[in-house]
């Protein structure tokens, strides 16, 4: 049938389109899989990224895949794309996944937004052990960096305040970029409020309890002190009617 948008252009039939597909792939597997590139491309090129990918994916073009991926990556989390971004990831090869750095990055700050913090802090830590050369600082400090919220978000905070600053660390040592350097400064801020509000918490809790202490022997002091008073009111005034009944009595007309 004829597209919407274009006049000249045409599609088949979902089904007869499989079927074509299928057949092709099993008769020119070389011709399938070209055919598929073409279209990542041109989808590519009219920034309709979810179809690139699909195609590259079909295509096993998959540096394709990876550049794409890292491209688009930072716009998609921004959007809150997050399994989008993890699900191309998953799509690829182990040893393609493990070749791109700047991917592993994407694919941890995916698993700590959809709330797979241990499992971010595995990866990340599997990349600061594959690149461990100094060629790579940057992949470093951001590794550690994102490891730093992995933990936080865990309850680590000891932890993930030594992964911030040894983040802050290499990234003074060269010339990093501005938004970076901040980045870190930001989550070592966050990990110091949560630590102060963790101990206001304690501090409040231990006085609390010092507190319900105190209250309770306070209220119990004024108990007895009202039941003293009752006691001495009521003493008073038994002995106030034994001096009157004495009186009345050492006073009355004799007959």
Not at 65 to 79: D, F, N, T
Not at 118 to 137: N, Q
Request: aromatic share 10%; hydrophobic share 40%.
């Amino acid at each position: 049938h004829c597209l919407e948008s274009e006049d000249d252009l045409y599609r088949y039939n979902s089904v007869f389109r499989d079927f074509l597909q299928r057949r092709l792939r099993e008769t020119d597997e070389a011709a399938f899989l070209s055919l598929h590139h073409k279209a990542g491309r041109i989808f590519e090129e009219e920034h309709c990224w979810d179809q690139a990918v699909s195609h590259y994916l079909n295509a096993r073009s998959y540096w394709d895949v990876v550049r794409v991926a890292i491209a688009v990556g930072e716009e998609y989390l921004a959007a809150g794309r997050w399994a989008t971004v993890s699900r191309w990831f998953d799509c690829l090869p182990e040893n393609t996944r493990m070749a791109a750095p700047d991917l592993i990055l994407l694919k941890s700050q995916c698993l700590i937004h959809l709330g797979e913090c241990a499992a971010a802090a595995h990866i990340l830590t599997d990349l600061l052990r594959v690149f461990d050369s100094e060629e790579y600082w940057l992949c470093h400090a951001k590794a550690f960096t994102w490891r730093s919220a992995a933990r936080r978000l865990m309850g680590y905070f000891n932890d993930a305040k030594k992964d911030a600053r040894i983040a802050l660390r290499i990234l003074k040592q060269h010339d990093c970029p501005k938004d970076v350097l901040g980045d870190v400064y930001y989550r070592l801020a966050n990990i110091d409020a949560e630590q102060g509000r963790l101990r206001l918490l304690r501090r409040v809790s231990r006085r609390g309890r010092r507190g319900r202490g105190v209250v309770h022997l306070h209220r119990r002091r004024r108990h007895n002190e009202r039941r003293s008073a009752c006691g001495a009111r009521r003493q008073t005034g038994a002995w106030a009617l034994l001096r009157a009944v004495s009186y009345t009595h050492l006073t009355l007309p004799t007959n």
